[in-house]
């Protein structure tokens, strides 16, 4: 058994779907289990850019089962439009398959979570607005609507029933937004089942079941990061999810001890973007380096990303929660031209001296830590076409040696570049 989880171990956008990209060419089945288009992943292949949100980068390969499992959320219209663009581009979608059981974003999610972003001023999480949390939240509320919903009018009637008329009201007296009528969305509801009647596989456990016994290689895809996890991330500034990788047992619907391997997906330096505590971010000419060498501007919303130094107190709280078994660096190639690099080994408390070394879960703590940082000599030369380790020049290798001492776990994959061949792949899990 090779099972394998990818997972963002910081505040999302390190790079997980080049990895997941590399990876899916030796799995079976890849599974996306939490989230929904809140996630922005890039894929470059051949110089040409992919963006996904919701669908699995698997299918850029052919003949793997991708699977969109229950634990994500998914907002009809931009599963259409991503699924659309990616056929005008000639990807082949016949192996895409979604839950019924994952849980649909409906249009009052997405004025929901619009309106509490923009009267909640200082308060504000700084989400994406794509109605992540207000689904979510419907869903454990027991408010919510699944994909299998859709075709099966009495069910959907008596769920309409049951929701609209307490969600009108919240949305009147509390959010003063417009309201649905339950013909409006049995409309949408009608539109939903279209979109997802080609990809919906009632068949998923039998399909699951089958992969299992017969030893397929399965990949599982988180989005985000640990660091945004709703139970162990910054919270409140966290999505609504569980990207960590225990994540993924909930949500693909393949239990704990099917899975093997949890790769911990960290850039070579940190980055956030969004509101919420950030002890290593650079606020300075060297953050601003840092982003416009690394392009760090969201793939979903356009923001500038936070810069920081790479934190391995948090990377190290990342391996327990998470259950990281390995980790793949990224963007080491974005340090090239810097004369020294830091990395920060432990925080301290500025009110009394007080030093952590493992990472303190009170966010209240936060605006009191400053970094206590270790620095390293910079290598100073263009490493993006390094192929193997040894052709990485001796200060890059001192950097990562460093990083695995301080996190404890090795690092077997290392992103040089952007391109799926500018990757140094010391072990593959599923070779
Ligand atoms: P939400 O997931 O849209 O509710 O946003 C909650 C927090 O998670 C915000 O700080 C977002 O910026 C952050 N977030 C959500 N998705 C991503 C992602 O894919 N990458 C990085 N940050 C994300």
């Known amino acids: 058994?090779?099972?394998?989880?990818?997972?963002?171990?910081?505040?999302?956008?390190?790079?997980?779907?080049?990895?997941?990209?590399?990876?899916?060419?030796?799995?079976?089945?890849?599974?996306?289990?939490?989230?929904?288009?809140?996630?922005?992943?890039?894929?470059?292949?051949?110089?040409?850019?992919?963006?996904?949100h919701l669908v699995p980068s698997g299918v850029l390969y052919k003949n793997k089962f991708c699977f969109i499992g229950a634990g994500t959320v998914i907002h009809p219209e931009t599963f259409l439009k991503e699924t659309e663009e990616l056929k005008k581009r000639g990807v082949d979608l016949s192996s895409l398959k979604i839950s019924p059981l994952a849980t649909i974003t409906l249009p009052y999610h997405i004025d929901i979570d619009g309106i509490s972003e923009n009267t909640s001023g200082k308060n504000k999480i700084g989400t994406t607005k794509k109605g992540i949390g207000p689904t979510y939240s419907d869903k454990v509320g027991r408010y919510g609507i699944k994909v299998q919903d859709l075709?099966?009018?009495?069910?959907?009637?008596?769920?309409?029933?049951?929701?609209?008329?307490?969600?009108?009201?919240?949305?009147?007296?509390?959010?003063?937004?417009?309201?649905?009528?339950?013909?409006?969305?049995?409309?949408?509801?009608?539109?939903?089942?279209?979109?997802f009647e080609p990809y919906i596989c009632s068949e998923w456990v039998d399909k699951l079941t089958k992969s299992l016994k017969e030893d397929k290689k399965i990949l599982f895809?988180?989005?985000?990061?640990?660091?945004?996890?709703?139970?162990?991330?910054?919270?409140?500034?966290?999505?609504?999810?569980?990207?960590?990788?225990?994540?993924?047992?909930?949500?693909?619907?393949?239990?704990?001890?099917?899975?093997?391997?949890?790769?911990?997906?960290?850039?070579?330096?940190?980055?956030?973007?969004?509101?919420?505590?950030?002890?290593?971010?650079?606020?300075?000419?060297?953050?601003?380096?840092?982003?416009?060498?690394?392009?760090?501007?969201?793939?979903?919303?356009?923001?500038?990303?936070?810069?920081?130094?790479?934190?391995?107190?948090?990377?190290?709280?990342?391996?327990?929660?998470?259950?990281?078994?390995?980790?793949?660096?990224?963007?080491?190639?974005?340090?090239?031209d810097f004369d020294e690099l830091k990395v920060?080994?432990?925080?301290?408390?500025?009110?009394?001296?007080?030093?952590?070394?493992?990472?303190?879960?009170?966010?209240?703590?936060?605006?009191y830590l400053e970094p206590v940082y270790e620095t390293f000599k910079g290598w100073k030369s263009d490493i993006s076409n390094a192929k193997t380790i040894e052709d990485l020049p001796e200060n890059a290798k001192i950097y990562l040696n460093k990083l695995e001492e301080l996190v404890g776990i090795p690092i077997k994959i290392i992103s040089v570049g952007p391109n799926r061949d500018q990757t140094i792949i010391i072990e593959n899990p599923f070779k």
């Open 151 to 195: 075709y099966d009018e009495e069910a959907l009637n008596s769920r309409l029933d049951a929701i609209l008329p307490l969600k009108n009201k919240i949305l009147e007296k509390v959010y003063g937004s417009k309201i649905y009528t339950k013909d409006e969305m049995i409309k949408y509801c009608k539109e939903y089942a279209k979109i």
């Open 221 to 336: 895809e988180g989005a985000q990061g640990i660091m945004l996890d709703i139970d162990y991330g910054t919270y409140p500034y966290v999505t609504s999810s569980n990207p960590i990788g225990g994540g993924a047992a909930t949500g693909s619907g393949i239990g704990p001890t099917h899975i093997e391997n949890v790769i911990g997906v960290t850039k070579a330096y940190i980055t956030r973007v969004g509101e919420g505590p950030f002890v290593t971010e650079l606020k300075d000419e060297t953050g601003e380096k840092i982003r416009t060498i690394g392009g760090e501007f969201g793939t979903t919303t356009g923001r500038p990303r936070r810069c920081g130094w790479f934190d391995a107190v948090l990377s190290r709280y990342c391996v327990l929660v998470g259950g990281l078994t390995q980790m793949a660096i990224t963007k080491i190639d974005v340090l090239n």
């Open 344 to 367: 920060c080994t432990a925080y301290k408390d500025k009110r009394n001296g007080k030093i952590y070394k493992d990472y303190p879960t009170n966010i209240n703590l936060h605006n």
């Open 1 to 52: 058994m090779r099972n394998t989880v990818i997972v963002g171990a910081q505040w999302g956008d390190e790079g997980k779907a080049k990895i997941t990209d590399l990876l899916a060419e030796y799995a079976d089945v890849i599974i996306r289990y939490q989230g929904g288009c809140n996630a922005g992943h890039t894929v470059v292949v051949n110089n040409e850019t992919y963006k996904f």
